[in-house]
């Protein structure tokens, strides 16, 4: 356990840069916490102090406005200070090293980096050298792990369907580019689901996924059969241009989710999707808007999800 | 009034989409509340705990740093958090769309929009499709309306002029693009003033717009004969280049207003203008800077007509 | 004392705009401020309610996300409300001149203005036209002054060799053109240094800048000598790109600042840098990390430095 970077010698969480590691218990623990920062959510003043003073930083090395966003919102109804660094133009853009970059913002007192950044790896590389004081989260790393959106599925699956020892997860689209699926298929793993499949076109959904535990399913109606939970992926438009697909309209065809589709899975499954959704592309908006989508709620779950990450590091020492 | 999308059962405000509609009473209550704000960004501490823990989005889908600041400054004195979202650079532009932005930032707990977008009506589509608990603010769409200009230019007159039905008002210049003379124009109206002028050239205050109650004047004397009141509207340079006005000089030499003009309008008349400004193109220095113009006293008052405007959307439910 | 237009009447500090012409007492007074306040960034709570309620706008003309985020941090750490206008994209681009937008802010009931522009002076002409209540803060004027990285560089020579009195200080790179230089320079002078050096080659260190009271050092050896602090300054690339340097390689042979040449120094000489570092430019990595090195220490004293600023100027009034 001492080998793992997020975790103190207590087994405390002190970063969290992937599901990959970590033990269930912690798992249910941050969704245990998050549920009690839902009420907050809704509450009049949508505030708590627990995060009061901090300094948290956002570090986008890759833009996603939504991302931040959701990020900046914990931090506030925490109470914190936030600073969006943009990052593409500052320093790092006068040739400043990564790490010169984060020893200088360490030395202004910040409290928590949350980072996102093209290169898988980059958020380790920065939790192994900023100071003790430091906590860092990975918002998304290359095609890594995005461990809050891991986090916030498991709290959204949990929330419809409480036993994860009985359930049928097919995480449908590509899944071979998804740092989305990676965090969930680490985590549906750790919290005991009996089968998850990846589903999707072998240039998506390579034979070799079947190492990290999954059934690989290069057909839809195979893949999403008696389903208690379907997770689409976001379809990357580059994949059509770099030759990966054939067309938009292809893939619709074989793999968006349409009610007919949707209708081989449990007729209690629910439909999740990261967001932001491609109508038509791989998922049909019926199904997006229809009574099974849980889309909007795994949002509302997100925030309180990333309130309880940030309050359970910010507890913890190094 | 049930048709009005920006009032609930009770006739209250849910929402400020435009100013037509709004009833008189209702109107001169927000001017009432702003009046009380004043004295907040007076104090030594300009800060009230109103909208404590409430969550305010700009959206500006068309970029305006100085509108923008306007509202983040009133939402901060009201103690709200402010999010601004670079809307350009976020999942608008990886294709989502509007309504599936707002569906989104609503499952967030978004407790206020913001919007200022370049396409008519863009404000409306949003206030019928976000969660009943959201307020939409409109800060200019397209040629249609600016709402709480329009507001902040009644509170300047009403500060000066005291009764709004003894007063001829001129707007001078581009009219018929113009968002803050169709707003201005509505208020006027609905506050009683008898004469309303709209005054420029034929390109830009066509004569249709006598259908708004107002009297049409080709000539800048004529038009600003007599008045109380002279609002000059900001010339946007690209009516100069697609042919609707000959120059920038010659315009200034018809409608621009100068000492000379000036005196062609009650001696205690006031000037005000909704800034920028463009010195030497619609107003001379010397008037801008002068003892007669009240431009800088209408970005304060707007600054507290903003808070006015939040406060009483979040004290208010659909 | 009265044609000093960053002092009041009584001699106090009610804008910063250099350290020219800032008495000796007055800077110890500030440095001893940023030491109470040091504490205040090692706390849980990293807040103090000083400004809470004031309106601090950063108006970067020139672009600094760096420099930017150290008066954002300082400003939240003092509870004030902080308004990061993105000039370039706002009215200044629609033709506003810089006085009118300083007017409209001021209007808004700003209480602070953190400047910095490409123009030396530009901060002068805003402090002239502002209005009584605004205090205005220098981060950065052209090739003039950086008035708070001044002290914040005073500070830490104060904080590591106690009395200026006795020091020999090496300023070394690219003097002309560095507005950090400059308020060094003057802030040596003023706190007693007896020998200050500039250092460098001829096209960067010209002979006339003996008159600011600087001993010139064409020879590396020569100038950092047995000295007490060696201030290495950051290289611009765009002196190369215009022949005033050969070549990076060449420079840093000459003046860069290795192990070998640091030998030359008092054996308990400090290094410093006012970042970002070029390794291996103007300093080696093994200098920068060194023992000898308080390139980070500063950092940490900058944001306490200018939290000192803030908090002076705002109990002070015209």
Redesign the interface.
């Known amino acids: 356990m001492a080998m793992n970077p997020q975790l103190n010698r207590h087994g405390e969480l002190v970063h969290l840069l992937s599901i990959e590691g970590l033990p269930r218990a912690l798992i249910h623990q941050i969704l245990d916490t998050a549920g009690t920062f839902l009420s907050v959510?809704?509450?009049?003043?949508?505030?708590v102090p627990l995060l009061?003073?901090?300094?948290i930083f956002n570090l986008f090395f890759e833009?996603s406005?939504?991302t931040r966003?959701?990020f900046?919102?914990a931090a506030?109804?925490l109470s914190a200070?936030v600073?969006n660094?943009?990052?593409a133009?500052?320093?790092a853009a006068?040739?400043?090293?990564l790490l010169?970059?984060i020893?200088?913002?360490?030395?202004?007192?910040a409290d928590m980096f949350v980072v996102r950044h093209s290169e898988s790896g980059a958020p380790y590389l920065i939790a192994q050298h900023c100071s003790p004081h430091v906590h860092v989260i990975n918002a998304g790393d290359g095609r890594h792990q995005h461990p809050t959106q891991g986090l916030l599925d498991m709290y959204t699956i949990r929330h419809y369907k409480k036993d994860f020892t009985q359930l049928t997860v097919a995480i449908v689209g590509d899944i071979v580019h998804s740092r989305v699926a990676r965090s969930d298929i680490h985590a549906l793993t750790t919290l005991g689901v009996p089968e998850v499949r990846a589903v999707g076109p072998k240039t998506l959904v390579p034979g070799d996924l079947r190492e990290m535990g999954v059934r690989v399913c290069h057909d839809m109606a195979e893949g999403i059969r008696g389903a208690d939970v379907i997770i689409m992926l976001r379809l990357q438009?580059e994949r059509m241009s770099n030759a990966l697909l054939p067309s938009a309209d292809e893939f619709f065809k074989s793999y968006g989710l349409t009610e007919e589709k949707l209708a081989l899975a449990k007729p209690d499954a629910i439909v999740m999707h990261p967001?932001?959704?491609?109508?038509g592309v791989e998922i049909d908006s019926s199904v997006a808007d229809g009574m099974q989508s849980v889309i909007?709620?795994q949002?509302?779950f997100?925030?309180a999800v990333r309130m309880a990450v940030m309050s359970t590091l910010a507890g913890n020492s190094a």
Chains 1, 2, 3 share one sequence.
């Open positions: 959510n809704d509450r009049e003043v949508k505030k009061r003073g901090k300094s833009n406005t939504r966003t959701t900046e919102i506030k109804r200070d600073f660094l943009d990052i133009r500052s320093s006068k040739g400043e090293s010169d970059t020893a200088n913002l360490s030395a202004m007192h438009s967001g932001p959704i491609n109508r909007l709620p949002v509302t997100g925030i």
